[in-house]
Structure formats: C-alpha cells, structure tokens
C-alpha cells in the first residue's frame, strides 16, 4: 500500500506554508543537458494527455498516430515516433519543424488542440531531445519505482485556502526527482478540496477528502480536512457500541456534530424497510411504541432478523451482484430460468440459514459440477452470461468479492491504483482451467476443471503468468487452482475480502459505503473512515463471517440510529454517517411497500405464480420487463456494479406514481378503507390508519385536522379516504426511508 | 466436448401438420381406454397403429371437435410392456408424425380437482389406493397448483412413487413440464424429496420404507411455476421397488448374469437375469412379481463376456482378451484401471454406458500404454451423430452423450492400461459403468432428415395416394470407424401390398439419396412399418443397416429436446387418390456447369380441384441448387422449375422426381416420375477483356471465345450484370462453333453511374434439339467514365 508508506514517512503540513522538497535534480530544460527519452520526454506524453485513453493512447490510436496507454511502452513509443514513418513525426535537421512540436504547440491543426506552449517546459524538452538527435536510452535507464507527495497531510482552517503539493519521484537507481511540474492531479471530492494541473490545493466546504498527484504509473494521495473558522464545541453523545466511537471520533475532527436519535416511530420504520424489505404493520407499531423496555430496539432487530423475509433482502442484493438473469435467451449457455432458479434458491438458503460469507463465496468460487445439482457453479455461467472468459471472469469475481476493479490493467498497469498487468494475467489464470459442456439435458452445464489448460498469457510479451494472488508474488501450483484462490480470498487475513463484505452490509444500512461505491476499491478512493471500515473488517472475520452478527453491531449503534435531520454543522456532510441519509426506496422494496399498505397483490405474469412479492422475483426477464421495477430502477443484473440499482428520482417516477396504475389500480382493489368503513370506524381512526400503513406514525395534530376537514360531511364516502391513501403513497416521506 | 451442441439452431415449430398429443396419456394394461387425439387437420380419420400390436385402436371417429380431434379405444393387452408406446394416425389423405402413449402396470385414478386448490394441501389430499397410476395435470393459471395424494400405509412397507412428466413428452409450447415430488408423513415431515434424477433426467422417483402406520401424503408439484400449459403426469404410487442401477449393468448374450440391484429402499439385492440372444439394450424389470417397477431398467447385452474391476481399484484389472465389456462401480476409488493387450493394425470401437443407462456419473476414459504415463487418448463425451443418432440436432443434450466413444487403434503391439473416473472426481454407490471394446463393424444408418421438403415434415411417415408417388431425400450416417466407400443400393422391407420402391444406387461419397414410392390403384390402404436399409452395391462388404430416426416429441424455442423417441423403422400409409397429378418433362437439353435447367412441368386435376399446387426439390444431385418453390395458380396447369448447376457440380447421368402438394390444410403431396438430368461440361469458355465507355456515348466489349465443346447452330451470347444505365445494343452476337472473337455493342446513357464495374459477364444461350440451354462463362471489368462533354441548360 502505497499510500500508508508515504502516510508514514510524512509529517503534517498547515496550509500556507512554502514548498520545500530537496531536489536532487532540476528540471531538464537545459538545453546542452543531455534530454533522456524515457526519465524526461515520456512523461510530457503522460502529462500533456497525449497518451491518455481518449487520445494517442487509445488502442487503435488516433488520426494514424498511436502511443501506449499512459505509456506503458517506451520501446513501442519510440519506434512508433522515430521510425514507424520515418521523417514524419521528428524532424532531426530542423527540430522546431517536427511534427510532433507543431501539431504539440497547436501550430498546425491538430484534433487535441494545443497541448503545451511553444518555449514551455514539455515544448522546450521535446524540442532539446530532437535537437540533441532523438536517441532512445533503453538499457540502464532507472525506472520509476515510486512516487511520494508532500505534505501528505493538508489541514486548512476556513475556506478558499491555498496550498501547493510537491510529487517527488523515485527511481530505481535511488535518486529522486521532483515532478511536479509533469505530474497530473486530481481530488475525490471538489466541495472539499480542489486542486488545479499546477498542484494547487485550494479548501472549500467542511469535509475530508484526498487529492491525488498521478506520474508514470503511480498514484500517490494527500488527505485535505477543510474545517470552518468559528469556534466548534463537541456534544455529549454516549456511543452505544464501537461503531460511534470510531464514527464520533472522525465528526469530532471534522468539527461536526451528529444528529440527535432517531424517534421510536423513525427508527421502526428504518429498520423495517432495512432488515425486511418491508414497513411495519400498524400492529406492528402498535406494539413497538407501547413497549416500554429500554431494549426494545435490540429485540425489534433480533426478531426481523430471525424473518425469512431478511435473508430475501440479501437473497436479491446477491442476485444482482451474481447476475441471475438470462440475457441471451440461449439455454446452451446455462443461464436458463432452471439455473437461475436452482442458483436463486441456493443463495437464499444460505442467507436463511445464515451461512458464513466466506462459505457461501468459497462454495461459488470453487464450485464444479451440474448447475442444477450443484447450485453455486452456476458462478460460471451467471458472471458470463453468455461465452466463457476467462478474464472477464476474473475482473468479475474480483469486484464482488473485493469491490477492486482489476479490468484497467489488462490493456495496461492500473493508472489509479497499484495492479499491474503482471497482477491481471497471473489472476486470470485462476480461471483459465474452467471450462464448461453441456449436462444431461438442454439447460443444464457441467461446470469442470482442465488440469492441463495453460495460464493466461501477458498481453505484451505473451509470456505465460502462472497464477498468483493479487499483488503477491509466489506461483500457485494446484490441478484446480480455484481451490486455493477461495481460501486465499476469503482467509480472515484477506483485509480485500473482509473489508468488502463488511462495506457492502455497511452501505447497505447507511446508505453509503464507506468507500464508495462499494465495488470500486482503490487507492485513488480511499475510505471516507480507513479506521472504521478496517474494524468492521476485523470483527467481521472474527466472527467467523456470520453476517447477522456485524449487521446487529450496525443496526443497534447510535450512528444507525441517527435521525435524518441536519444541524448546522453536518448539513454538508455526505461521507461520515452523522445523520441519517434520506433513501429512495429500492423499486422492489417501494412496491412491496405499497403491497403491504394497499394489503394487495402484484402479478407478474408469465413465469412468476401469483402472490410473490417484488422482491422474490428470481430471474431477471419478467423482473425486468415490469415498467414500475424498470422506471425505479431495478436493476437489470447484466453487470455486477453495484451501481446497476439505481435509486436516483426521475420525472417519470413521479408520473408514474401520479397517473400510472400502479397505484391508481391497487387502491381500487384494495379493500383496506371499505372494510374499516363497513367496521363503521370513525374518520379520525381511519386516518390514522392509513397513516401507519403508509408512512409508519399516526398524523401530526395539524395534519390530523386538516383532514378531518375534507371527511366532514363525508364520513362514510369511501372517494375521499382513497384521495387521502393516494396522497399518502404520493408522498415523499412514503418513497423514502429517513 | 460437443461443440456443435454449443450451435443455437432457430427453428421451426415443433408442432406437426397434425398431431400433437393423446389424452388420457396413457392406460393401464388389459383395460380398454377411450382415448382422443388432439391437433389439426385431423378429418377423415382411418386407422390409429401402435408400434406394438399389443395395442389395438379401435372405433376410429372423429371426435367432439372434427379435425382438432379424433376419439377412439385402446384395448392394451395383458403382454403389453410397460412405458412409452408410439402411435400414428392414418386419415384418407394423410400420416401423422408419431406421438406417445404410456402403458402402466397398475390401475389408473383420475386426478379429481374441478377448482384449483382442491387438492393443494394434505388435509385436502385425494386419497388413492397404493399400487395405482395417478394421471394428473398442474392446473392451468397463475396460481401455482400443488397436487397432494394419499395412501394408508402399514409401518415397514415399501412406498414408491415414480412419475412421468417430461417423458410424456406432451407438446407444450413455451411452457415445460419439469416436476418434482414429496413424500411427507402425516405431521407434514418431508421423508423424500425428488426433483431431477440420474435415471430419468428430469422426471422424479422416491422410495422409502413407512417407518409407521398411518397416512402418507404425495406432493407433485413444478419445480419452478412456469405457467403450466399440458402440463400432464402419471404418478405410479405403489410399493413396487425401483431399482437406481443395476450391476453389472449387461452381460454376454443368451448367458444368466447374477445382477446386484442397487438403491432401493429395503438395501441392495441380487438377481439372476437370463439374457436375450439379441445385442444391443434389453429392458429389465427387477423385483418379484406383484413389485415389479412400472418402467424397466436397461441392460447391456454383448456377444462378449464380462470383466470386473478389481476389487481393491488400486491395480488394473487384467482383460484377458478382446472384444470385452468392462464394468465396475466407481463407489470407493474415483477411477478404475483395465490392463488390455492389442496389436498395432487394429481399430477397436471404445464406448461407455453409464449416464446413458441411468448412473449419475459424468465418465471420462483414458487409454495409455502399460510402460508409459502418457495418455494416448482421452475421450469425454460423445457426439450424437457417432452414437447412433444421426438425425438428432446439434442443440440436443441428451444423457447419452455424456457417455465416451472413441476409436482406438494401438500404435504399436503391447499392453495397455484403460482408466475411467468421473470428470468432476465424484463417486458414489450408483455410479456403475461399462465399458464395450468390440472390433468395427461396417454400419451405415438411415434416417429422414427433419428439414426435408419445405412444408413440415411427418417425421419417418411417408403417406403415398393411390396412384401416385411421393420421393424422399434418404440420408445416411456411417457408423464410428465405418470405412466403406463404395457405392450403395438401397433396400426395403414391409412396404405395403401395392408400394414399390424406385431408389437410385447411391455414388461413393454421397450422403444422401432420392427414394420413391409409388402406390398402386389398388395398394392397401393401411398403416405399415417399414425399413430402408443399404447394401454394398457389390455385395462383398457385408454393412450393417437399420434405420435409426430420433424424434424430439417436445422441442423448446430454440429446438432443444425435452424428450425424444428413438425409431427403429419407418411408417408408410396409403392414402386416397391424389385430386391431381403431376408430370415433368423429360429435359431435352442437359445441364451444363454453371448453367441451369428449367422443366416443364404439367398439372393434370381432377375434376372440381382447383387449388394452388407448389413445387420443389427434395433432392437434386451434388452442387446442383434450386430456386424457390413454384406454385401453380388455381387455374393453371403448367409450371416451371429451375436449377442451377455450380461449376463444380460433377458431370454424369443423374435422375431427379420433383414434389408437388396442395395448399390445403389436409397438404395432399405427391412427385413426378424421375426423369434424367444429364450434367455436362460447358460448351464455351468467354474470355471478356477489359474496356471502358463513356456516358452519354456507345462503346464496345470484346471477348475471346473458346469451344470447349462443339455444338451444332449457333450460340446467342448476351451480357449480364452490367452497371445501371448501361445496356447491350442488340442484336445480340452468334457465335458458331469456329467463332474465336466476339464483339458486344454497348451504349450507356448520359446519366449511367460512373465507376469501374467488376463481374460483368456473359449469358451464354444455345439451342439444342429445339430447347434452349443457358450458360453463363467469363467475367470482366467495365470502367464507366464521366462524360467529357458539359451540357449547360441554363
């Protein structure tokens, strides 16, 4: 971890303050020094973006002319440059009339633009290197082998102010090297921290973030706390378990305060739609605010968890990672509704029986056989969703289990993190031995291991990568290397792992992972609390992965049960859970809940039997073809990005809600109203009713008497209750968990 | 690996001209059931033939809905085998494509629910006496019917429940019938749970011994809710046994073979079976009489004897000679190992039968030399052409084709050690095999292919009208290790009294020939089974042939086989006489290479028919292709077809029948008589240069001319393919036979496209005994070039 070293080699820096980092050698910009091809003229590719994805990097190049991503390929760039059309792109006898300066300087139409200045510092090391002949220095030349930046600790009081940060360099050969000047920089979070293409930190909102400086094929951070200038005062709040002391400890840095406790009514609610999928009944709450036991909120946790309706919560979270869907319609390729059915119903009953994590991912990973008799080798045909690769399978498997993204250093070493094209292909071969051929009948597949299969083979010598662990160097010699993959990943010293599943449990209840998103691990997006998530990570693993027990640690914490309203000093804060985050009900979860208010039932036709709920909805066709699931933004399971379930309003959300017939239908089924109405129950009983079954309290007294206003005179007409629940189900309060 | 099985074929429907499905599905033997047919174009029904006489069909009538249905009475005889029977329907015009019809040992119950749920939960349960065929159905709807039955049990007894569901292989569209099965005690407490098995792949079978008296509930119910759609069962629920595997799972033909009867409840036993003197499978029912299982096991049997496994697995059994079978279980040590002795020059067959035969295992075999480590083969599963199934489609996963075959041939004398395991390493106390080693023995099957002739095909049926002909493309699938490559002839036996075969001898390489059958005015008119079989045309190399037909009775949406039905032999039916007649004329001209053919073809209709007739090729000789189907009007009575010869198609004497059927519902189709197709050599070869024309100008192409076969008359020589706005100035130039030069007028228009055109070619027309054959030669380039001449209008 790169960022730990230079964490732990650097001190802190105030803002304000000058830089001052030793330079060991200056800037190359004279001209009768001797200009290196790959220490100097290299980086102005990577700095001038020339050699960035969207341009000369791109894999096909662009207008004729290609340079490797980020480059990765010194050797290649300079043939591509010297000799590939010779007398083109360098211009050794008059070097001002390179093409490589002109098109650089903007002086003849280039598609990117002027890039640099003519008699800039990138200009002047182009044109030095032409001057001086253009010569590769290959051999001997040292490599970059880290980067540091300085400070690496940036605390600014009060805002717009500025800061700049230094990159040192590393090289092989033990000398440093300042870069700031070829470095590119970027930050996580510009409310908090902006930083421009000189190194400049400038502060904005309270908050924490990182800034990021990026050269050759290392990225390296400074964390910015922005803290207000007037004077701040830390409030007394007894946390209830060790998640508020890390949480308050990190608000108390951040001068921020948390929101008071959520109310009884608040937090049944929360923790219905949370841990159940579903809202409380109004006897359900009934019973909830009339006990008067100071542990009433552990028992309400205990008891939803026992509920089979917990484990369909996490049931269809896997489901959407693991893709259980048929998007090919093709049975030879295994992701028939059988598969899906029998995968579906596998996971399910691990969560129902509480089967630790580290089983159920080891079971899947490692998984041989029948898709039908052995449920979790459907891994093999769910990820693909179509043609076994290898590779894809290895990205995929990496990012739900470890939330990295391992997919950018197969073209190339990951520009924002620390894999390396090495780390790809040796992690690839975990997979190349799965292989698959059709089982006993059409929708079924045998899911094998070929011994003998070669390891994956590296893109740029095509040498081949025996497997390895991520980041590790030892070659893993096994007939079924899986095997030992499933217990490396999922060993209680794996932080990738751990960290990961207690990440995505936490995002789950709060709201936002503490990376975020879940499943895009990597140095360039640090945690927003490394303390935090690393102890959720460790008592995950110390108990044995048993999930209920960490979701208990979150769900009985005072962090949990914030209330959603902000004070002055938190109003901003969107990463360190000090108040409760307002949530659009997940589209399965929202009409399961006007199901449950309407106490109707949704059909879905086709291979779903009547009377399932949204949320046990197995595969994806029908799933997905359901406009209310679709236009909430379910998601599709055609990849494993968490982001795929999107939560996000849309105009035609409201429509919908408004004149669809989502809810207009099920009103008019529904025979909650008619049956208090035949009770002959009184207005006042009626609404509050309608109340608890849509927004889980009884009315304020206010909205009790406007109401009571539209029923007088008609007590018994059944329209203006239904205008009523309509309105209710139309409200934001109901579309959202608080 | 089977690749081609990795292939999605988009296909037709499933459904038939005619017949999809028989309710009840099945009957009991020696009662009498009145059964109905269920499809379309079914008036004017016949005669109904089982495959086995010992079904008799009788009162044929149309049914309540004439045409969709068809009544009548199955007397099934006190002999008759329990499991799948085949039928076909006989109607005055037409043969129906076979469908099934399941013959069970004990009495059948109707399932009784009138409304969805009545018999849903074991309080409603319907009681049914043990030792009965429940025949049910999941309930239509989209509420997720749960059948549940009851039988009273003394404590200890046996209770077996077997069902039939994706067997059946009931037509279901769209919707599939993938059941599963509980047995539950009378405090809901579930002692057996069944969904897919080894031995019937989808279909589920439980058996347990009561461990008290008192109710015992059956539970059938989807596996997953598609919604259900024919979804019919029969349920055998009795205390018969049922046996998982049997071991050793065959033996030498005409021998007794001492088998261990695996995986019933009450523990393993052995019995004496007595082997039939026939080869190949012989159904098995194990168990004493009164418990016998309602569907046999299958046994291997050989004209070889039996080798075991050792017993300690750790040392290769020894095979003291060749041909053999092998067999062992694989319940202890994940592979067995078979030492052999062969000889360099030998080609010995290597098959497998283990999943094919129920057991759950996924085998793969391994062949190396004794002194070596280095496998020299290596087989996993089978492709299903190979194995005997040549008509299966390659999107077809049937279990049979988890089971090795593969060809040996020993690359030098000496021992050799074979070792099987299973691929994912499993074993258990079912995972029985065997393995065949037998010499090659020439076998070519036949089969219908499913996609001959353009409307759909009554797959193996042939129905021929009296009087006329109908011709089918046969196809042949040489066996694993075949080698004969001479020509063929083909043979029939069993056509009806009045059919006579017209078959053309099949040249050395083809795979495929035309067969036709012609029925007599006075043929009889009933349904036959027939073979077609073919035969060295010299007679010397003696080939095994049989026809082997596969069926997929229930096809999914991309043809993927729930269930299919193996034919050993072909039906014909005679039907009415056809209400018109079909007759080409012979060509007076031949076919020559990169040329085509058109016949002339004359409808002759009887009186008051007066329908659309279409026409077409079923077969036609190597890389000779057709065009589309013609259709006659209503009101004509002649048509032409055309053909087209590659170049590549091989010149000779050939004999080519085309098909003509009505468009009617009913389809009526008959052929014409062959008439010879001669393929011949071109008779000029056109050198086109290369020339230029400009727009708005005339121009000209020249072209060298070569004879490659002298003609009498003269040849008229045309231009195709030339670019837009550019066209041939007429007349168009004759060539003779000494012609070596010629020269093609052209004139493009002002506004014709200007380009260089590649594939301009030459239409070559010449006149042979008064018809005209065409003949395209050569191919040149014509550069189209901008006028120089501007025309200013304004």
């Not at chain 1, 901003?572 to 859970?577: E, N, Y």
């Not at chain 2, 292989?169 to 279901?172: D, F, R, V």
């Not at chain 2, 170049?647 to 010149?651: D, F, N, S, V």
């Given at each position: 971890m790169k960022l730990l070293i230079v964490l732990a080699f650097s001190g802190l820096a105030f803002g304000a303050s000058a830089r001052h980092v030793s330079k060991t050698l200056p800037p190359?910009?004279?001209?009768a020094k001797p200009v290196s091809f790959r220490l100097d003229v290299m980086p102005v590719f990577f700095r001038a973006g020339c050699n960035s994805g969207g341009c000369h990097g791109a894999a096909i190049g662009k207008d004729g002319f290609h340079l490797s991503l980020f480059g990765y390929d010194p050797a290649g760039d300079y043939f591509r440059l010297t000799?590939?059309?010779?007398g083109r792109r360098i211009d050794?006898?008059?070097?001002?009339?390179s093409l490589l300066l002109l098109k650089g300087a903007g002086k003849v139409p280039h598609?990117?633009?002027?890039r640099f200045a003519p008699n800039s510092e990138l200009y002047n090391t182009l044109l030095h290197w032409i001057e001086q002949?253009?010569?590769?220095?290959?051999?001997g030349v040292p490599q970059v082998t880290g980067i540091s930046v300085a400070p690496d600790k940036i605390i600014f009081i009060g805002k717009e102010r500025k800061r700049p940060l230094a990159v040192v360099a590393k090289y092989s050969d033990g000398s440093t090297r300042e870069v700031s000047t070829l470095a590119l920089y970027l930050t996580n979070n510009k409310t908090t921290a902006d930083i421009d293409d000189k190194g400049i930190v400038t502060a904005g909102k309270r908050g924490d973030t990182f800034v990021f400086a990026r050269f050759a094929k290392y990225t390296a951070g400074a964390e910015v706390i922005v803290l207000p200038k007037d004077k701040f005062k830390w409030p007394k709040v007894a946390p209830n378990n060790y998640i508020d002391g890390l949480v308050f400890a990190k608000l108390q840095k951040l001068h921020i305060a948390p929101s008071p406790l959520a109310t009884d009514e608040e937090f049944l609610r929360r923790a219905y739609l949370d841990l159940i999928g579903l809202p409380p009944t109004p006897a359900a709450h009934d019973a909830f605010i009339k006990d008067?036991?100071?542990?009433k909120r552990a028992k309400l946790i205990d008891d939803l968890m026992a509920r089979t309706e917990f484990a369909d919560v996490w049931t269809t979270q896997w489901a959407e990672t693991l893709k259980l869907?048929?998007?090919?319609?093709?049975?030879s390729v295994g992701t028939n509704v059988k598969a899906i059915y029998s995968y579906y119903d596998w996971i399910r009953d691990q969560m129902r029986r509480d089967v630790p994590l580290d089983r159920f991912a080891r079971a899947q990973i490692q998984a041989v056989g029948s898709t039908f008799e052995?449920?979790?080798?459907n891994l093999y045909t769910m990820l693909p969703q179509g043609n076994y690769d290898p590779k894809a399978m290895a990205q995929d498997v990496t990012q739900v289990f470890t939330?990295?993204?391992?997919?950018?250093?197969?073209?190339?070493?990951?520009p924002f993190d620390r894999w390396t094209q090495d780390d790809y292909y040796s992690f690839v071969s975990f997979f190349t031995g799965v292989k698959r051929k059709p089982g006993a009948e059409p929708r079924e597949v045998y899911v094998y291991t070929d011994p003998h299969a070669a390891p994956a083979k590296h893109l740029l010598d095509g040498r081949p990568m025996p497997p390895r662990y991520l980041g590790e160097q030892s070659e893993i010699a096994a007939k079924d290397p899986r095997v030992k993959l499933a217990e490396w990943l999922t060993s209680k010293d794996n932080a990738m792992f751990r960290e990961n599943m207690a990440n995505r449990i936490w995002a789950h209840f709060l709201g936002r992972g503490i990376v975020e998103p879940?499943?895009?691990?990597r140095i360039s997006n640090p945690p927003s609390n490394r303390e935090l998530i690393e102890e959720l990570g460790r008592r995950l693993a110390s108990y044995d992965f048993d999930a209920r027990k960490l979701v208990r640690d979150i769900c009985l914490s005072r962090t949990y049960q914030?209330?959603?309203?902000?004070n002055a000093t938190n109003r901003?804060?969107?990463?360190?859970?000090s108040h409760g985050r307002l949530r659009r009900l997940r589209a399965d979860v929202l009409l399961d809940a006007i199901d449950e208010a309407t106490d109707t039932t949704t059909t879905f036709g086709g291979d779903y039997p009547r009377?399932?709920?949204?949320?046990?909805?197995?595969?994806g066709i029908r799933r997905n073809g359901n406009y209310f699931l679709k236009t909430f933004g379910l998601?599709?399971?055609?990849?494993?990005?968490?982001?795929?379930t999107r939560l996000e309003p849309t105009l035609a959300q409201a429509l919908h809600l408004i004149n669809g017939d989502t809810i207009e239908g099920k009103l008019g089924r529904s025979t909650v109203i008619a049956q208090m109405l035949k009770a002959h129950e009184k207005p006042s009983e009626i609404i509050d009713t309608l109340y608890l079954r849509s927004l889980g309290r009884t009315p304020s007294a206010a909205e009790r008497q406007k109401l009571l206003a539209l029923t007088?005179?008609?007590?018994?007409?059944r329209k203006v209750y239904d205008d009523i629940f309509w309105a209710l189900l139309n409200s934001t309060e109901f579309a959202f968990n608080h | 690996m089977r690749g081609a099985s990795w292939l999605v074929l988009f296909s037709v429907?499933?459904?038939?001209d005619m017949l999809e499905y028989v309710t009840p599905r099945g009957g009991s033997i020696g009662t009498t059931v009145e059964v109905v047919l269920h499809g379309a174009?079914?008036?004017?029904p016949k005669e109904i033939r089982l495959d086995d006489d010992c079904i008799v069909a009788t009162d044929v009538a149309a049914g309540a809905k004439p045409g969709n249905e068809v009544k009548a009475r199955f007397r099934i005889g006190l002999g008759c085998a329990p499991g799948e029977h085949v039928l076909r329907l006989r109607t005055a015009t037409n043969l129906s494509e076979p469908v099934t019809f399941w013959v069970s040992p004990f009495p059948a119950v109707r399932e009784i629910?009138?409304?969805?749920?009545?018999?849903?939960?074991p309080q409603k349960a319907q009681i049914v006496p043990l030792n009965s065929t429940v025949e049910g159905e999941i309930a239509r709807g989209q509420d997720a019917d749960v059948d549940v039955y009851r039988v009273d049990m003394r404590a200890g007894e046996r209770l077996s429940v077997e069902v039939e569901g994706m067997r059946l292989?009931?037509?279901?569209q769209g919707g599939v019938n993938d059941l599963m099965l509980r047995i539950l005690n009378s405090d809901g407490q579930e002692l057996a749970v069944s969904k897919?098995?080894?031995?019937?792949?989808?279909d589920p079978v439980a058996s347990i011994v009561t461990p008290a008296a008192g109710p015992y509930f059956i539970e059938i119910k989807q596996q997953i809710f598609t919604?259900?759609?024919?979804a019919f069962y029969r349920a055998h629920i009795g205390g018969f046994t049922r046996p998982?595997?049997?071991?050793?799972?065959g033996g030498e033909r005409g021998t007794s073979v001492d088998v261990r009867v695996l995986g019933d409840p009450t523990g393993d036993r052995v019995e004496r079976v007595e082997l039939p003197d026939t080869n190949g499978d012989s159904p098995y029912f194990s168990g004493a009489p009164g418990e016998k299982p309602p569907s046999p096991n299958r046994l291997r049997v050989s004209p070889y004897p039996n080798v075991m496994a050792a017993a300690d697995g750790t040392s290769p059994a020894s095979v003291?000679?060749?041909?053999a079978a092998l067999n062992g279980i694989l319940d202890k040590n994940n592979s067995a190992q078979f030492r052999f002795s062969a000889k360099k020059g030998q080609a010995w067959r290597v098959q497998v039968f283990a999943r094919s035969l129920g057991s759950p295992m996924d085998p793969i075999i391994r062949i190396r030399p004794?002194?070596?480590?280095?496998?020299i083969l290596i087989a996993d599963d089978a492709i299903l052409a190979e194995l005997?199934?040549?008509?299966?489609?390659?999107?077809w996963a049937l279990p049979a084709s988890l089971d090795p075959l593969a060809m040996f041939k020993p690359p030098a004398d000496g021992d050799y050690i074979l070792e099987i395991a299973d691929t994912q390493g499993r074993t258990g106390p079912l995972f029985v095999y065997r393995i065949e080693i037998e010499p090659v023995h020439e076998t070519i099957l036949t089969y219908l292919s499913t996609?001959?002739?353009?409307?759909?095909?009554?797959?193996t049926g042939v129905a021929v009208p009296r009087g006329s002909r109908w011709t089918i493309d046969l196809q042949l699938a040489p066996g694993l290790g075949s080698e004969y490559k001479g020509d063929l002839i083909v043979e029939a036996t069993?056509?009806?009294?009045?059919v006579e075969m017209i078959a053309q001898p099949v040249l050395k390489g083809q795979n495929h020939v035309p067969v036709q059958f012609y029925a007599s005015d006075?043929?009889?008119?009933r349904i036959q089974f027939f073979d077609l079989t073919v035969q060295a045309t010299d007679r010397k190399t003696p080939i095994e042939s049989h026809p082997h037909q596969s069926v997929a009775t229930m096809n999914r949406g991309?043809?993927?086989?729930m269930h299919v039905v193996f034919l050993n032999h072909y039906a014909m039916a005679v039907t009415d006489p056809a209400p018109f007649h079909v007759e080409m004329e012979k060509p007076r001209a031949p076919l020559v290479q990169n040329g085509e053919l058109t016949f002339k073809v004359h409808v002759v209709r009887s009186d008051g028919f007066k329908g659309p007739i279409v026409l077409a090729a079923s077969w036609l000789p190597p890389n000779v292709s057709k065009g589309p189907a013609v259709t006659i009007a209503p009101d004509k009575t002649d048509g032409e077809f055309t053909i087209h010869a590659a170049?590549?198609?091989?010149?000779g004497e050939y004999q080519v029948a085309l098909n003509a059927w009505t468009q009617t519902s009913e389809r009526i189709r008959i052929s014409t008589e062959f008439v010879p197709v001669s393929i011949v050599e071109p008779y000029l070869k056109i050198t086109l240069r290369r020339s230029s024309v400009e727009q708005g100008r005339a121009g000209q192409m020249k072209a060298s001319v070569e004879v490659a076969k002298s003609f009498s008359g003269e040849a008229i020589l045309g231009l195709k393919n030339?670019?837009?706005?550019v066209k041939l100035v007429d007349p168009k130039p004759k060539v003779t036979s000494s012609t070596r030069e010629v020269v093609f007028d052209i004139e493009a228009s002002t506004d014709a496209l200007a380009g260089l055109y590649n594939g301009v070619t030459c239409d070559v027309s010449v006149t042979t005994n008064g018809e005209t054959q065409h003949q395209q030669a050569g191919s040149g380039l014509l550069r189209v070039d901008p006028s120089r001449i501007a025309v200013v209008t304004k």
């Open positions: 190359p910009v004279d001209p000799r590939q059309i010779i050794v006898a008059v070097p001002e009339e598609t990117g633009g002027r002949g253009a010569k590769d220095d290959a051999a008067r036991a100071p542990s869907t048929d998007t090919t319609g093709n049975d052995n449920p979790p080798a939330g990295v993204r391992i997919q950018c250093a197969q073209c190339h070493n990951h879940v499943d895009d691990v914030l209330s959603s309203m902000p901003d804060d969107d990463s360190q859970f009377g399932m709920r949204a949320i046990e909805l197995y595969g998601a599709a399971r055609d990849s494993v990005n968490a982001s795929e007088a005179g008609h007590e018994a007409d | 429907c499933a459904f038939g174009n079914l008036e004017n629910e009138k409304g969805q749920g009545e018999n849903d939960t292989g009931t037509a279901a897919d098995t080894a031995l019937f792949v989808e919604a259900p759609k024919l998982l595997a049997l071991f050793p799972a003291l000679a060749l041909p004794a002194n070596s480590d280095k496998n005997g199934y040549p008509s299966a489609r390659g999107t996609t001959d002739g353009a409307p759909q095909p009554r797959v069993g056509l009806p009294r009045g006075d043929a009889d008119a991309i043809e993927s086989a170049a590549k198609a091989l010149p030339l670019p837009k706005g």
